[in-house]
């Protein structure tokens, strides 16, 4: 007891030190940004996931972030931890907003706009105005991201910043800049960028290191127009209009599978999976769809004769191989073969869906709600 009050006293002393000394430094902001490791645990995770509700809006966005859902419009963003408890209500008034959820956190940005914030499980930490035009960004485990601007130097930079979120490299580039990357330990920046090639463009592949001006490596593909890529913790994946391509951070390839015979209408891409939807005819609705897991290995490669609208990456391949919403219904695909009917617009017009451990978040306009395609398929017998 005694050890503890001389341990009250000298913390107080400390406090009162620390605010007659520097109290001109100790702002809300800081104390916000102090706070960015308290929800290290995840908050109600062990409990199952309750239905929720809110106000419909057409412009709603979803998203994965921490075994949760992050729900964005023009106006708020609303986190609902594991359990659906609404644990971050904040306003951000962006007129294009883009969730990116990381491990342990998560950074909102408006596209084509300036703003961005960063989020951890229970508050905002970062609110900022970039120096130009968003156009891309991504954050890593520790809270290091890059960000990509329209400049006025070049086309395009991206700006790297490390977990204290203090600017440390910029990175220019003349080509258009399609998306970026970030290793999930912050070492690595991957950029695709669009080279005008005649009538065509050709990708080009930037990989750099953190605190190195010369690029680790550069790769280009002619006839080839990139779109989207992902960083995962072994490497990344990069989709373009004619395949995926998979590749460590030293640029060397670790798998590809080309689209032949089908022109590219729908992807996603997580840490454990991808699902890709082409069209195999210029009329009717056969699609194709290609299930890969997060090494790039074919899951499966089906045929569909019905029209697809959206598809969304598995986080769980035992529970499904991918989730396909159709004009009426969502699917979750088996590895199998054996599809199973998940949810139904006939219950409310589905929006979205977050892929989580053992099924996925149905998402409504006005409210959402766990399925396991287990229990769905229970329900169908």
């Known amino acids: 007891m005694t050890v503890g009050i001389l341990l009250m006293v ?3 002393i400390y406090i009162m030190g620390v605010m007659t000394l520097f109290g001109d430094y100790v702002t809300y902001d800081n104390l916000k940004y102090l706070s960015r490791d308290f929800s290290a ?4 995770g062990g409990a199952d996931f309750k239905n929720i509700v809110y106000n419909g809006r057409e412009d709603l966005k979803f998203d994965y972030f921490r075994d949760g859902v992050a729900m964005v419009n023009g106006d708020t963003l609303t986190y609902y931890d594991p359990s659906g408890i609404p644990l971050i209500d904040e306003k951000i008034n962006y007129r294009d907003p883009v969730i990116v959820g990381g491990d342990k956190y998560m950074l909102v940005y408006d596209l084509g706009g300036e703003s961005y914030s960063i989020f951890n499980q229970l508050t905002k930490i970062i609110e900022r105005d970039a120096e130009g035009r968003i156009v891309a960004c991504d954050i890593a485990t520790e809270g290091a991201a890059v960000i990509v601007t329209r400049s006025h130097e070049t086309k395009y930079v991206a700006t790297l910043y490390n977990a204290a979120f203090k600017k440390s490299m910029s990175i220019y580039k003349d080509n258009y800049v399609t998306d970026a990357a970030i290793s999930p330990d912050g070492k690595r920046i991957v950029i695709t960028s669009a080279i005008p090639s005649g009538t065509d463009f050709s990708c080009e592949i930037d990989i750099c290191a953190a605190g ?5 490596r550069v790769m280009t593909y002619e006839h080839t127009m990139p779109f ?14 004619r395949g995926i391509y998979y590749y460590d951070y030293d640029g060397k390839s670790l798998g590809s599978y080309t689209f032949d015979g089908m022109s590219l209408m729908y992807a996603d891409i997580n840490e454990d999976s991808a699902v890709i939807v082409g069209s195999i005819n210029a009329i009717g609705n056969d699609s194709r769809v290609i299930v890969l897991d997060g090494s790039g290995n ?4 089906r045929n569909v004769s019905e029209r697809i609208t959206a598809v969304y990456a598995s986080r769980d391949m035992k529970a499904a191989a991918a989730y396909i919403k159709t004009s009426s219904k969502l699917l979750a695909f088996g590895t199998d073969g054996d599809d199973v009917i998940l949810a139904s617009d006939s219950d409310g017009e589905i929006v979205s869906v977050v892929a989580v451990e053992d099924g996925a978040i149905v998402c409504r306009k006005n409210g959402a709600e766990f399925i396991s395609p287990s229990e769905a398929e229970d329900k169908s017998e």
């Not at 645990?41 to 109600?44: A, E």
């Open 298 to 301: 074919l899951v499966c490669d």
């Open 212 to 216: 190195q001006s010369e690029s680790v």
């Open 41 to 44: 645990i995840s908050l109600g």
């Open 10 to 12: 000298a913390l107080v």
């Open 228 to 241: 989207d890529i992902h960083a995962m913790h072994g490497g990344f994946a990069l989709l373009c209009d």
